[in-house]
């Protein structure tokens, strides 16, 4: 087993440790995650396991062995895949085998029959000879995967293996993980996702470099039995109202939206009927099974009551110049036969639909199905090769720099630049996007207030903590009033109440007419949008409101799908269907 003894890493010039006093036990023979958003501490416990840091004070042995003086026998049994792959971009998959099974000392008589089985079981076999950058994401997660299982390790360190991936590769993964892993193997699993730490056997639970929880994952959500609600049936302004309400209110953790269903948890157990009627405004409600993210977001209430106060408050008091009473049958952005071809490859073919004023329209799919292609073709970042894009009107083959200006586009990673303050890239991007210097100066200190960066506008933005990086990005893509907003997978790595908070702001914008179009691999994110679009190797295959897409995934075995399981009932059906016709 691998245990932490008040474990502590602090890295130089940095304002708090990186891992504060850990102890901890990790068992083997049960995949154990290690859960929280970017910067909580994963990674760094992860390499000093691998005895790749020296912790500060404090030590961690790995069956009994001291993880940093004995790394060198660690190594010898240990499987590690790191966040950006391990993968050698210019190697081909088979060599990228090869390589790491060399340096696992595999003999070269067994590597013919591992590597097949390795191939076979990830569906590489038929791209074996393709370069590793020429894969997509799923692709290279499985490969990298692979590369870890070259031999059976005794120790298997996964550092977010389903980042930036889809949910049914990440259900490939976690098939691959528990098939693949020996029974006494220890199996640790990093994560941002909630919902993968629910499928961990144990999780390790980290904030700002704290362990917040140790245990099984349903324990931490057993917490909150008779604590969460669920009603249904509200319109996009209904259930909008209804959230900002509720976020108010002391007496409620958290509120999200749900499709046309508003899901709230209390600090306190309730019965239905008085949820119903202080709530709920006395619809109809019942008590829902808590989940992990439930947990946790309860347990950074208690822990930072300031910042959960502050988080339920955000999205109350913002606005952008769009008129209060507005058509919402108006089409703000629209695609019609959106077609890109690289070369003999197409990657989007004929794409089409249109987002109304005030709606928030989700393009989902799989690793390299073409939505991000079609997105960037929406926000003028790519020029089709046939159809057109529109927003407001006006095109953006014809006319892109015009078409521009009408949007805000926040990136998946942040994109702004790092060795200017928040108030230089704010004037900046307020100058790309047109605003007189007066009016400037006035978005500017408003945008300052509203996002609570004033105590850092003349801080370097690429020092800011995650979470406020993240309001600087949508404070810049919304800092002209914009009447469309192009959200790429913007909460990545963000903790629960970041990604509330986020998420009120963006309500908020939709409730005043701004038309918003978001991809996601965040399936309870997903549950936010009015209209869902489903792309498949590069053909829209389904479009609906989330509950019309988890209609089409009931069935006798599963009576009530999540979301998730109608992307993956979906993705499936496309891909046999798509066979048939090849």
Partial sequence: MIRFHDTTKIFDRASRPALDAVTATVKPGVITGLVGPDGAGKTTALRMIAGLLKPTSGRIEVFGLDA????????????????????????????????????????????????????????????????????????????????????????????????????????????????????????????????????CDETLLFNDGRLLFAGPPQELASRMRDRVFKAH???????????????????????????????????????????????????????????????????????????????????????????????????????????????????????????????????????????????????????????????SGVSLRRSSSEARKRLGYMAQKFSLYPNLTVEQNLEFYGGVYGLGLVERRRRIARALEEYELGEYARSASGELPLGYKQRLALATATLHSPEALFLDEPTSGV???????????????????????VTTHFMDEAEYCDQIALILDGKKIAQGSPETLKASARSHDNPDPTLEDAFIHLIQRGREVGNEIA
């Fill in 495 to 517: 903790d629960p109440l970041a990604r509330r908070e986020f998420w009120r702001r963006v309500d908020q914008f939709a409730s005043q007419g701004v038309a918003v179009l």
């Fill in 68 to 199: 940093w003086r004995d790394r060198s026998t660690i190594r010898s049994f240990l499987g590690y895949m790191p966040q950006k792959f391990g993968l050698y971009e210019d190697l081909s998959v088979l060599e990228n085998l090869t390589l790491y099974a060399k340096l696992r000392n595999l003999p070269k008589s067994q590597r013919k029959e591992q590597f097949a089985k390795l191939l076979d079981f990830t569906g590489l076999g038929r791209f074996q000879n393709r370069l590793a950058r020429r894969l997509s994401g799923g692709m290279k997660q499985k490969l990298g995967l692979a590369c870890a299982f070259v031999t059976t390790p005794k120790l298997l360190i996964l550092d977010e293996p389903g980042v930036g991936v889809d949910p049914l590769s990440r259900r490939e993964l976690w098939k691959m993980t528990r098939t693949l892993s020996h029974a006494d193997t220890i199996v640790l699993w990093s994560t941002s996702y909630m919902d993968e730490a629910a499928l």
């Fill in 233 to 391: 049936g509200f319109s996009a302004s209904e259930k909008r109202r209804l959230v900002t309400s509720l976020a108010l209110h002391p007496a409620v953790v958290d509120a999200t939206i749900q499709g046309s269903s508003v899901r709230a948890s209390f600090h306190n157990p309730l019965s239905p009927i008085v949820a119903s009627q202080r709530f709920f405004n006395g619809r109809e409600v019942e008590t829902t099974a808590p989940n992990f993210e439930d947990g946790f977001i309860d347990i950074l209430s208690q822990e930072t009551p300031k910042r959960a106060e502050s988080t339920r408050a955000h999205g109350s008091t913002q606005r952008v110049h769009v008129p209060d009473a507005f058509d919402r049958d108006e089409i703000v952005v629209e695609a019609r036969k959106l077609t890109k071809r690289f070369g003999s490859f197409t990657a989007a073919s004929e794409i089409e639909f249109s987002i109304k004023r005030g709606e928030v329209f989700g393009l989902l799919g799989p690793n390299g199905a073409g939505k991000s292609t079609s997105f960037k073709m929406l926000c003028g970042l790519l020029k089709p090769t046939s159809g057109d894009g529109f927003v």
